[in-house]
């Protein structure tokens, strides 16, 4: 009989080559040991609530109104539904055409369009275009669209920082083009040399590969570095020399936890070079609803900015999004509420700011006594969802530095911490011989002993012979010094059942 289409020997090849280590083999283990009874701390994935963190409840309740808008017509909504919250609901079912049951533009509502261009002209000072905005179900379906139109056949190589998220390599390989590394240097708190660029870009042109764009991932995942404005500058005028796409990824624009880093957007420094590079270079920007204190993964919300895109090239990114009709509606409106948050004077404002700066901390279940918990909700009240990122940023960094053999920069943005392992050389050979990666085999012992889920630093890309692993610095703050506990136990074990044969020096 013959392979039909869908037999696995008959398969696309480039389904079968491509890789997402997020969900990959350490993710599968985690949740096998899961059904069996284990307790296991998923810092594989940067999934806010599903670590704990409360949904803001204002944009919850614009969208419930919006998917139930009969309650609209109920006299009694103004005593379940603060009245910015019915005033934002009707706003948004004005902007569709049929309610949240009904296809958009292929590009999103153009209302929320505009709001999400009012929101990048108050982020950076310079004039953006609705019609150059797209909207989509997440920040990985633009990127995906947007590889799609860039990469023709094997020969198109896109530059991609190493360690990088995989949603890059495999989207390459998934459009069966080339993934053209640059080193990010660990040494450097994962900055980014130019040198590094241009080596990259030569040694691929020399095996015949033609450099098409390049993506810089702002804050970095899984690095969690800002890129300076210097920096930006020299990437956008090497973009601009070598005629590359930068595609932005700045989901994590809203992580910020070191003041002197702060994040500066792609465009903004653009428009800041002034002419012939701010008319130049080819950008686009991606964003999200998933990352910052909303956290909101399983919405779906996104939206790309196209500048320096030439009006053909936009409409024929619009015919292919219209193959897939609309971008989920529901999450269109959390994007328009992300970009257009309660403001001072609204009836919401000051609870949608309190819960904003609220702790993931579950105090009432710690809080019986009410006067213990009034004082303590004013305590945990005065700091913030991004202020508690900061201090478990600073718990996993020192934590992960107080370890034998491990070295780990502090983590500036973005939500995960990237600690470098220094395996032994006697453990390497017992991975080798168990048939693993040997990061992967420390980080599969690392859950059977502990149940931390983390992600093996060969997910993302590393230099040869260094291994790290990635967690998410997300675990409720109270449970860190725990799990920290937990982590240096298992290394402490580890490192002396496999001797510290090499000379151990820090970064
Ligand atoms: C760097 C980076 N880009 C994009 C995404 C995808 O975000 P979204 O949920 O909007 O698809 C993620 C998710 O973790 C990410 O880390």
Known sequence: MSLK????????????????????????????????GKKIIFTNVGNPHALGQKPLTFPRQVVALCQAPFLLDNPNVGMIFPADAIARAKHYLSLTSGGLGAYSDSRGLPGVRKEVAEFIERRDGYPSDPELIFLTDGASKGVMQILNCIIRDQKDGILVPVPQYPLYSATISLLGGTLVPYYLEETDNWGLDVNNLRQSVAQARSQGITVRAMVIINPGNPTGQCLSEANLREILRFCCDESLVLLGDEVYQQNIYQDEHPFISSKKVLMDMGAPISKEVQLISFHTVSKGYWGECGQRGGYFEMTNIPPRTAEEIYKVASIALSPNVSAQIFMGLMVSPPKPGDISYDQFVRERYVSTLNIHALMKDQDLRTSMENFINSKGILESLRRRARIMTDGFNSCKNVVCNFTEGAMYSFPQ????????????????VPDVFYCLKLLEATGISTVPGSGFGQKEGVFHLRTTILPAEEEMPEIMGSFKKFNDEFMSQYGDNFGYSRM
């Open 5 to 36: 289409a869908l037999d696995y020997e008959s398969l696309n090849e480039n389904v079968k080559n491509c890789q997402y280590a997020v969900r990959g083999e350490l993710y599968l283990r985690a949740s096998e040991l899961q059904k069996e």
């Open 421 to 436: 392992i220094k395996l032994p050389s006697k453990a390497i050979q017992a991975a080798k011989q168990a048939g693993k």
